[in-house]
């Protein structure tokens, strides 16, 4: 995120913490690991959403939201053009339901979800009628593959679930950068450098260092 110009340091901690809590990734050894709901959400946004996921746009923003802060750029306008081509956006993926999306992530990860068999070795092997399908289920509980001719056939092949990863996932994960400057103490004239986060037990905490004639301390606080 750094390298693209997306966030600031101060967010990075909060991002990881959002992917993990909505169970997108999985921390394995200190590696962040995409689980398949973190798949899905990302190829329907990047389906639906292309110019808003992409990470040039996000880059541009922050770019003009210094702007705005500086005031080079008149927030009213921006904001308006944002507007615009988001509602669009919206207004396009307001045109598609649960079934055309369905289809839209069955073909964007077929070989995930159907590794063995092909389109034509996917009939129902309960009723031999329907075609074993991906599915969201209608309560917000997961993904499945089932049959088609749900309900009148509820054979399910099998569930999709991120629930034998939950057990792995670290609960603290230390998250280092280089140091920033990140200003000056206004009655010492000490910088104050950024050194890393580490998140823990719903905390985060903030180490820095500042430094000085006689040398350079580290100070920790917690939000």
Known sequence: ???????????YASIMRVLQDRKYVTVKSRVLHPEFR?????AFLSHLFSEIVDYSFTANMETELD???????????????????LSKYCGDASQWDVRKVERMLEE???PILFPDLDTDSRICPSCSEGTLRFKVSRYGEGSFIGCDRHPKCKYIARTLSDEDDENETSEQIPRSFEP??????PDTS????FLSVCMASGFIYFSGW????GGISEKSSSF
Do not use: C, H, Q
Not at 190 to 193: F, G, I, Q, Y
């Open 1 to 11: 995120m750094e390298e693209l110009g997306i966030g600031r340091p101060s967010t």
């Open 38 to 42: 973190g798949r899905m959400v990302s």
């Open 67 to 85: 702007n705005i802060s500086a005031g080079s750029t008149e927030w009213k306008g921006l904001l308006k053009d944002y507007w615009e081509r």
């Open 108 to 110: 964007k990860f077929r």
């Open 180 to 185: 920033r400057l990140l200003g000056i103490m």
């Open 190 to 193: 000490e910088k104050v450098l």
């Open 210 to 213: 500042r430094g000085s004639e």
